[in-house]
């Protein structure tokens, strides 16, 4: 199976082809569904397909807002770059625009997106006549209802599932609450996560409020928890799923190199499933409580009380180089002599073991006791042989 990660710039693109990533899912600075992140410029876009060509990897542009018609106007020649540029696949939502691509840009690969909420076997087999080669379903439907397309449409269209990642309150993503509240569209790239925040009822006649509050009888309106299937790749393989999707184009480096590297290490180990101790990794980034979604039949399945994320340990800094048995790091995050770090890497050599801070210096080769200023250039002793792109991190609460 495919892993797919998500890179909201250039760093983290190279950061998810360096943890393991199979593909990366990113957007140009028009019609794609994260109008907040970093985004690629046109000639990001192409240096990208080239560098990830030359590693034998792929990538896949998103092109998902619900379009109105003044959006055509720039999306011919945008669709002619990005054939130029040999992308792999755009991601699509709007079935008139999948239908134009296929009519106007047959070479382009299509690939539909989740928010296109494929539900069922006869959108499914409808979207394969129109000639698409891949169907993100629904994050709604179940195991059985998902083997059930994939086997169907087996030879003719890749089934693509997420696995990890946030997950939004409305139906795959269709969301007004954003827009009604701010003004900001959910569905054309510009979601506040207004369904995060905390929330009141009120009596009209009556001035004082009473807080919104979730238990396992109700009230199901906001504040998902984050999809987490690391322990059951074998159970979608088994259901024809060809792509593993990571959501998080909004979310950190660090965020992108521990997830790809886990679901990197738990693919390659298939069939035997990954444990316990992959979670714990997961857990080591931002994330709120984790659940199968609608996979399974799954009691708590989705929500939660509180919508503010956690995690057990911190980004404190990314290796530029080793050299004589120092490391020199671009610190991130607050740390100080004698603070033990941990190390996230693609190596299995280097992988979670833990070096001590000691003989920390500045750039100038100065003596210092901590580093503390936003990206500072800073060395310290290391007997470990570290490579540029390692990250360290720190435990920041109690596991």
């Not at 992308?87 to 690939?111: E, Q, T, W």
């Not at 007004?176 to 054309?188: H, K, W």
């Not at 950190?252 to 444990?275: E, F, H, Q, W």
Request: hydrophobic share 40%; proline share 1%; with cysteine.
């Amino acid at each position: 199976m495919e892993l797919l990660s998500p890179a909201g710039n250039y760093e983290k693109f190279l950061t998810a082809l360096a943890y393991g990533a199979d593909a990366v899912y990113l957007s140009g600075k028009d019609f794609g569904l994260r109008a907040f992140a970093g985004n690629f410029s046109n000639a990001e876009l192409k240096k990208a397909c080239a560098y990830a060509h030359k590693l034998n990897k792929k990538v896949y542009v998103t092109i998902n807002i619900l379009t109105r018609d003044t959006d055509y106007k720039g999306i011919e020649k945008y669709l002619d770059f990005l054939l130029k540029i040999n992308v792999d696949g755009i991601i699509v939502s709007d079935l008139g625009l999948i239908a134009y691509v296929r009519k106007h840009f047959p070479d382009i690969d299509v690939h539909v997106s989740t928010q296109a909420n494929v539900t069922n076997l006869q959108t499914a087999l409808f979207l394969a006549e129109l000639g698409v080669k891949r169907i993100v379903l629904a994050r709604e439907l179940s195991l059985k209802e998902i083997s059930k397309i994939a086997k169907a449409l087996a030879g003719r269209v890749e089934i693509e599932c997420f696995v990890h990642g946030a997950m939004c309150m409305a139906y795959s993503g269709r969301c007004l609450l954003s827009n009604y509240l701010t003004g900001r569209d959910a569905n054309r790239g510009e979601c506040v996560q207004a369904c995060r925040w905390k929330y009141f009822i009120r009596e009209e006649s009556r001035q004082d409020e009473l807080e919104v509050e979730e238990d396992d009888k109700g009230t199901y309106i906001l504040n998902s928890k984050d999809l987490c299937m690391i322990k059951y790749l074998d159970k979608l393989q088994k259901a024809g799923v060809a792509s593993l999707k990571i959501e998080g184009r909004m979310k950190s480096s660090y965020y992108v190199a521990c997830v790809t590297n886990a679901y990197r290490k738990a693919i390659d180990m298939l069939p035997k499933r990954a444990g316990e101790d992959f979670v714990k990794e997961l857990e080591k980034t931002s994330h709120r409580r984790f659940t199968t979604g609608f996979y399974f039949d799954e009691e708590d399945r989705q929500f939660r009380q509180s919508s503010s994320p956690f995690q057990t340990y911190e980004f404190v800094g990314v290796v530029k180089k080793y050299k004589n048995g120092k490391v020199f790091v671009e610190q991130r995050n607050f740390f100080k002599e004698g603070d033990v770090l941990e190390i996230l890497s693609p190596r299995d050599d280097v992988f979670n073991k833990k070096i001590v801070v000691k003989n920390l210096k500045n750039q100038a080769g100065e003596k210092i006791e901590k580093a503390n200023s936003a990206q500072m250039n800073i060395s310290f002793d290391c007997d470990l042989k570290l490579q540029r792109g390692d990250i360290l991190r720190k435990k920041c609460v109690k596991e």
